[in-house]
């Protein structure tokens, strides 16, 4: 048997990149969360997706660079698909 054991990043962390992404996208999850668009679940998938991630310095960096937000979740970003699907949802 050939187990493979990840690490976690910080949960703490991983939560506030997730939801700075989201409202450098001007996505607000806790709005999601009170429409509707977003359950919990989803939710902690997502930050549990950003916590497998090996580009927090590139996601720290696209943060700290207004230039770079936008309507979109950045490529290199593990919750891009769910992100930008959701801002979908919730122009609609």
Same mark, same amino acid.
């Given at each position: 048997?050939?187990?493979?054991?990840?690490?976690?990043?910080?949960?703490?962390?991983?939560?506030?990149?997730?939801?700075?992404?989201?409202?450098?996208?001007?996505?607000?999850?806790? =709005?999601?969360?009170?429409?509707?668009?977003?359950?919990?679940?989803?939710?902690? =998938?997502?930050?549990?997706?950003?916590?497998?991630?090996?580009?927090?310095?590139?996601? =720290?960096?696209?943060?700290?660079?207004?230039?770079?937000?936008?309507?979109?979740?950045?490529?290199?970003?593990? *919750?891009?698909?769910?992100? *930008?699907?959701?801002?979908?949802?919730?122009? *609609?």
């Amino acid at each position: 048997m050939n187990a493979q054991v990840r690490y976690l990043g910080d949960p703490t962390l991983h939560f506030w990149l997730t939801r700075s992404v989201a409202r450098a996208m001007n996505l607000n999850l806790s =709005e999601a969360m009170t429409q509707g668009h977003l359950t919990a679940r989803d939710y902690a =998938e997502m930050v549990t997706r950003c916590r497998k991630c090996p580009h927090v310095e590139i996601c =720290e960096a696209w943060l700290a660079t207004p230039a770079e937000t936008s309507g979109a979740a950045p490529d290199h970003c593990r *919750n891009a698909q769910a992100l *930008n699907a959701l801002a979908d949802r919730m122009e *609609n």
